[in-house]
């Protein structure tokens, strides 16, 4: 079950810089796209969302964008800090279920001082 | 800030042991999940459970596991008789809404010898 993929395992960057961190999706029924973020030894923590309707929301230093042609979503992280360090995870909803999301395998960011 | 809480943080299990992993989800939350993550794979989605009731399960979520909700704050997830691949991190989420944003408490890692 590939339905969501992350297809970069691991991603550095220099604090400062941008975090670019991208997701895509296979199945068109996909209607809500979240990224979480994961500490060791926590659970996933809610960061950003995206309705299929919008191509893009902003929240501080987060963005994502949705390429909904491409079925590709991407967060940026703007100016990326070495606290934001950890597991980023894409999960997506079809907008039928009772809210079970899909999670793509995460990638693991790493911002260098 | 309101959180999702999870016991024990640990469980260490024989083979063919009954565990119940035990959450309480954030108060005015609808909508309830459990999701696991094996060692390096990615989050899977088990159950959601709303209005008392299982509203939707995976293939995973087989005749071994339930889930109950015995009051108005705690909510289970019971495993009959635990083998070797029931070994991961269980993750219990709330959500107000279906397919909003869930929040995920800090897991339970079964480890089953």
């Known amino acids: 079950d590939q339905q969501v993929k992350q297809n970069s395992p691991s991603l550095s960057v220099q604090e400062g810089r941008i975090s670019i961190l991208n997701c895509d999706y296979t199945?068109?029924?996909?209607?809500?796209f979240l990224w979480y973020k994961k500490y060791p030894a926590e659970g996933p923590t809610f960061l950003i969302s995206?309705?299929?309707?919008?191509d893009k929301n902003e929240d501080g230093r987060f963005t994502v964008f949705l390429n909904k042609s491409a079925k590709h979503l991407s967060l940026h992280i703007v100016p990326s800090q070495p606290g934001d360090s950890a597991v980023y995870f894409c999960a997506a909803w079809d907008g039928t279920s009772y809210g079970k999301l899909t999670f793509g395998q995460g990638t693991i960011l790493t911002v260098h001082p | 800030e309101p959180e999702v809480t999870q016991t024990p943080s640990h469980q260490v299990t024989q083979m063919g042991q009954e565990v119940i992993l035990r959450c309480v989800p954030i108060?005015?939350?609808?909508?309830f999940y459990w999701y696991r993550q094996i060692l390096g794979q990615k989050v899977e989605f088990l159950v959601s459970f709303y209005n008392n009731e299982i509203s939707e399960k995976s293939e995973i979520f087989d005749d071994q596991f339930s889930v109950e909700r015995p009051d108005g704050s705690n909510f289970t997830l019971k495993i009959r008789s635990t083998k070797l691949e029931d070994s991961a991190m269980y993750f219990c989420a709330s959500s107000k809404l279906a397919g909003a944003e869930q929040f995920f408490g800090p897991g339970t890692r079964l480890t089953v010898l």
């Open positions: 199945n068109s029924m996909f209607d809500y």
């Open positions: 995206i309705s299929s309707i919008k």
């Open positions: 108060s005015n939350h609808l909508y």
